[in-house]
C-alpha cells in the first residue's frame, strides 16, 4: 500500500525525520529556510497532509489550489499563519503542538530576564573582546530580580510557567487574563489585574497572549507610558504583539530600562534601532529551541495526522 503523500516546509530534528520517513512519502525535500511561494504552493498541491511551520502563510487562495489536502499540522503553538476559515470550509483539519514546548518557552523566558537585568550580553562581549580591565565597583550595574513584582500578560499554559518559576525569587506576580485561574491553579502570591495596573506595578512585564486582531499591537505607546522608567518588558510570544518603533521610541527617552526580545514584528527583519540600543537583549527566536522540545514537537504533528488520516479525532484539533 502506498504511504500518503506529505508536504513538509522545513527540515525538522532528525528524529522526527526518521519518523517521517517511516509512515509518508514526502511530496519534495525540505530546507531548513522558508519555501518560496510557488514551492509552498505546489507541495500543498500534490499533498494529503502537512506539517507547516508560522513562517509559511497559507491563505485562502493557497488553499483553494490544494485539492488533496485533508489536514494542515502546525508546528508551533500559534496558528496565526493559517486562515482557519477557509480551511473550515473546504473540510481541512488545523492543528497546533501545545504543552510540548510549554516549559522550553518559560525557560527561555527567564533566561532574557535574567540576561536584561544584569547586563549579561554588554559583560560577554566585554571579556570576549579583550575590553575588561578588572573588577569595578561600578561597572555595568544591572537591577535587582528577587522579591521584585513579576506581570504577566496573558495567563495561558506559557505564561502560568513563567509565573511558576518566579517562586524561587520570591517575586510576587500580578496577570492579566480574560478569566480568573481557578484556585488549585494558582498560586497565593499570584493575582489578577487589569492591564493598566499589570504595566504600571511591575518592576517586570512578559507577553504570552496569540496574536490576534484583538492582541496586535497591545503593547503601544500609550501602554508604554504607563511602565515604570525602571521597568522591564519581555516578549516571547508573537513579535506584532509589541509596536517596536513605540519600544524604540520609549527606550530612547529613558522612559523603560530594557527589554528582551525573542520574535519580532517582521520576522527575520527588526526595527534598525534594536540594533543599536544596548538596552535590549534579542535572541532569533529560540523559544521552543531545545532538542527535546523540537522533537516532542514534531511527533505531536505526525500523530495528528496520523489521526486525521485514519477517520480518527485530532489530539490537537483548532479548526
Known sequence: ???????????????????????????????????????LRQGLREAQAAICTLTEQIDRDVLREAPHLRVIANYAVGYNNIDLEAAKERGIVVT??????????ADLTWALLLATARRIPEGHGLVRQGAWTGWEPTQLLGADVYGKTLGIVGMGRIGSAVARRAVGFRMPVLYCNRRALAPSASDPTWRQASLPEVLTRSDFVSLHVPLTAETRHLIGAAELRLMRP?????????????DEAALVAA?????????????????PALHPDLRSLTK???????GSATLSARVRM??????NIRAV???????????
Do not use: K, W
Not at 497546533?96 to 518557552?105: F, G, I, R, S
Not at 525602571?230 to 509589541?242: I, Q
Not at 535590549?280 to 529560540?286: A, E, F, S
Not at 488520516?309 to 479548526?319: F, I, K, Q
Open 1 to 39: 500500500m502506498s504511504l500518503p503523500a506529505l508536504y513538509l516546509s522545513r527540515l525538522l530534528p532528525p528524529p522526527v525525520m526518521a519518523a517521517i520517513a517511516e509512515e509518508f512519502r514526502l511530496v519534495s525535500q525540505p530546507a531548513p529556510l522558508p519555501p518560496g511561494s510557488a514551492s
Open 96 to 105: 497546533n503542538t501545545p504543552d510540548v514546548l510549554t516549559e522550553a518557552t
Open 251 to 267: 527606550l530612547r527617552e529613558g522612559r523603560l530600562a530594557g527589554a528582551g526580545l525573542d520574535v519580532y514584528e517582521e520576522e
Open 298 to 303: 514534531g511527533l505531536v504533528c505526525i500523530e
Open 309 to 319: 488520516l485514519e477517520g480518527r479525532p485530532a489530539p490537537n484539533r483548532v479548526a
Open 230 to 242: 525602571t521597568a522591564f518588558l519581555l516578549n516571547t510570544s508573537r513579535g506584532p504583539v509589541l
Open 280 to 286: 535590549v537583549v534579542t535572541l532569533p527566536h529560540l
